[in-house]
């Protein structure tokens, strides 16, 4: 089994932050595999033809796995993906897999690497730049200084505890309870911004936890930093 299953980063919305190493395998290779049922409805196409206007023309493979949070419903997707991909693979065609963002962090293409790197097929990461990352440079400011560490947790996993770590926090997946987490965010003493659809054509920034309204879209997040004494 020569062929390899990639695991490609597009990064958060704008075309100009792709990697040029993703372009290059999307170029290279003839079949693109989507997350998704319809692939050039998917965020993460959309992002990518702007870049490589050749992904038009390519083999498109949806890979649909809707949000659900009954587990064996997931893995029943998952394991349908996993050998619609295999069935490629065994072709002898490599498949670009594209993913929103970096394809490390909270992606669902791990899911579908675990299965099909135990069914004996070689797999690779490419890395693209993080929402987090994206967000932070558009609202201008730094992540982390000198010695402070950055926690980046999934907000909703974390409703009702507290933000009691030294440092800063990314806050993903925030949207459907926005809410509650502005208000562990108010009970830390932190200072809050964020972006909604960042790098996308209906980006929104908030400076202030007043301006992150309740209604904020799914691809939310927020920064959260320690108040710096003068």
């Avoid at 065609?93 to 097929?121: P, W």
């Avoid at 987490?181 to 054509?201: D, F, H, L």
């Avoid at 879209?217 to 927020?222: D, P, Q, T, V």
Wanted: net charge negative; glycine share 6%.
């Amino acid at each position: 089994m020569n062929a390899i299953l990639y695991g490609v980063g597009v990064g958060p919305g704008d075309p100009e932050l792709m990697t040029l190493k993703a372009c290059r395998l999307i170029r290279e290779n003839d079949v693109i595999a989507v997350p998704g049922k319809d692939p050039k409805e998917t965020v993460a196409y959309k992002i990518a033809v702007q870049a490589v206007p050749e992904l038009a023309d390519k083999t498109l493979v949806p890979i649909y796995m809707p949000m659900v949070m009954d587990k064996e419903e997931q893995r029943k997707n998952h394991l349908a993906g996993a050998r619609l991909l295999e069935s490629w693979l065994d072709k002898g065609k490599n498949v670009v897999f594209l993913t929103l963002g970096d394809s490390t962090i909270y992606c669902t293409f791990s899911y579908l690497q675990d299965i099909v790197e135990a069914d004996g097929y070689s797999t690779e990461l490419v890395n693209g730049i993080p929402s987090f990352c994206a967000a932070a440079a558009r609202l201008n400011t730094s992540l982390t200084l000198w010695h402070e560490p950055l926690h980046v947790i999934p907000a909703t996993q974390s409703l009702g505890q507290k933000l009691d770590l030294p440092g800063n926090y990314v806050l993903m997946k925030s949207a459907s309870h926005m809410a509650e987490v502005k208000q562990m965010i108010r009970e830390s003493g932190r200072t809050a911004m964020a972006v909604e659809n960042c790098s996308m054509p209906d980006e929104k920034v908030y400076r202030s936890l007043e301006e992150i309204p309740d209604s904020a879209g799914y691809f939310s997040l927020i920064i959260a930093k320690e108040t710096k004494e003068q």
